[in-house]
């Protein structure tokens, strides 16, 4: 197998399926969401213990300052979004579902900002340090803390940043206009990565159907800033889900995580493409992740654009900015394949949304699912290699042995399966429930 790092051509991968892309918004520049009248800011929006607000009913507050924060090494804090006074500390629904307590803000309408510098690094603690008080969590999936995924752990070995820009996820556009518009920040976040935490390469990774992202980034990583030529762009096939991590590691190097490891385990650290944007602001001015880019599309949305929105904002103003045609059926926050139905649109955005997709009665139909005819198709799907018919009866059984025993926990979720299905099966979604009855019974077990 050649390396993609010498031969400029990626690594085959399993399963997968072909999405339509629908990314009607990858030729429109970011428009800014004006400032909005209240923000409610959750201090949970990571994977990790929660933080504690710094702030109290009446306070006022300037955009980038510290409300929320953790003693655990295992959080990342949290900063106002926009400057005016806190009118409430309350307990709140979020989208996933979570309850989480929020700092409301209510706006001043000025974005002051808080009085901001550079942090010092001179080294990697230094470095780390720094990446922890930016917020930085991972801005599309779950939440991980940044800190927490560039530190590698004692032992393991790393000699490969890859930079995730496959953006695979149907509509998703917004890591497409950070190569375009953000181009030079990347490549600073990617270089004081490489420097600090000494990796010897790095490999920017974009599906092959952005070719002007491609050739963007390669002008920037040609350049001579690039001392040593250690940062190179790698063109992937355009296949969901070419994003997902151990996907992603798999195309770039060749290499395998093992069942229940980390991307260390292969020799490699994995970072967003916009986090390493929003990483080299803050290394550049102290100014802490406070707003996202997200793409606002669907056929219920009057004018799909990519809007720069406050943290915090509720979702029913970004759909208010962009516009209904009618009143959506169902609405997403995120891509339509792991997305999150949201019950309500009040809920606030958080910091790994990238995407709000409305859709008609149309276009949330859903075909009624009818018995299992053993194509095969779900399996052939599957990029982790699993049954997914067999996990899915399992759980629709309770048959938690079973479930363990074909590897349901491998499952990340990415509704190939389900997609592939022509008796259109709700197989991820029996996956999921089945996922949670297994971590159950392996709790008891824990406990004794
Ligand atoms: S959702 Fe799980 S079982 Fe289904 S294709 Fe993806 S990884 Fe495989
Ligand atoms: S794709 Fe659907 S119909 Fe085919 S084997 Fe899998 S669950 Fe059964």
């Known amino acids: 197998m050649k390396d993609p790092f010498i031969s400029g051509k990626p ?13 009607h918004t990858a030729a429109l ?17 990571h994977i990790g213990a929660p933080c504690n607000p710094l702030v109290k009913v009446g306070d006022t507050v300037l955009v980038g300052q510290k409300i929320g924060d953790a003693d655990a090494p295992f959080s990342a804090p949290i900063h106002a979004s ?15 579902g979570a309850v989480s307590t929020v700092v409301e803000i209510t706006s001043d309408g000025k974005m002051e900002e808080a009085p901001l510098a550079p942090p010092t690094v001179t080294d990697r603690a230094s470095f780390l340090a720094a990446v922890r008080e930016s917020g930085l969590v991972g801005l599309g999936g779950a939440g991980f803390p940044t800190h927490i995924k560039l530190n590698v752990p ?17 509509y998703l556009t917004g ?72 996907v992603l590691i798999r195309a770039a190097t060749g290499r395998v995580v093992p069942d229940g490891g980390l991307p260390a385990d292969a020799g490699c650290i994995v970072l967003n493409i916009t986090g390493a944007a929003t990483l080299a602001r803050y290394l550049k001015t102290g100014m802490p992740l406070v707003s996202k ?14 809007v720069r929105v ?30 999150t139905a949201l019950a309500d649109t009040a809920v606030p955005l958080v910091k790994n949304n990238n995407g709000i997709l409305a859709l008609t009665e149309k276009g949330a139909a859903q075909a009624a699912p009818s018995a299992c005819i053993r194509c095969g198709f779900c399996v052939r799907a599957c ?11 399992a759980a629709s059984a309770g048959d938690t042995d079973t479930l363990q025993k074909a590897g349901a926990l491998s499952c990340m979720e990415c509704g190939c399966c389900s997609y592939s299905c022509p008796a259109s099966r709700t197989i991820v979604q029996n996956i999921r429930i089945g996922k949670g009855l297994l971590r159950e019974k392996m709790k008891k077990e824990r406990k004794g």
């Not at 520049?29 to 929006?45: D, F, G, N, S, Y």
């Not at 790095?202 to 350049?223: F, G, Q, T």
């Not at 979702?315 to 926050?333: N, S, T, Y």
């Not at 990029?383 to 009866?393: D, F, V």
């Open 175 to 246: 890591d497409h206009r950070t190569a375009l518009e953000d181009g030079w920040d990347v490549l600073s976040g990617v270089y004081a990565i490489a420097h600090y935490l000494d990796i010897p390469r790095v490999l920017i990774c974009v599906e092959n159907n952005k070719p002007d992202a491609i050739a963007e980034l390669r002008r920037i990583a040609d350049s001579s800033l690039d001392e040593g030529d250690r940062v190179r762009v790698l063109s992937l096939r355009a296949s969901y889900p070419q994003g997902a991590e151990k």
């Open 154 to 170: 004692k032992g393991k070995t790393v000699d490969t940043l890859l930079i995730n820009a496959a953006e695979c996820e149907p």
């Open 29 to 45: 520049e970011t428009v800014a969401l004006p400032t909005p009248e209240k923000v409610k800011i959750p201090m949970q929006m």
């Open 293 to 306: 880019r997200v793409t606002v599309d669907g056929d219920a949305i009057e004018r799909p654009a990519n």
């Open 310 to 339: 406050p943290i915090g904002t509720p979702i029913a103003d970004v759909l208010a900015f962009c516009g209904l045609r009618e009143e959506p059926r169902k609405v997403l926050m995120g891509g339509p394949m792991m997305g």
């Open 11 to 23: 690594c085959r991968t399993k399963g997968g399926v072909h999405v339509p892309h629908h990314k």
């Open 383 to 393: 990029p982790m290699g699993l049954s997914p018919l067999t996990l899915a009866r």
């Open 82 to 96: 926009v400057s005016g006074t806190v009118t409430g500390v309350y307990p709140m629904t979020l989208g996933g």
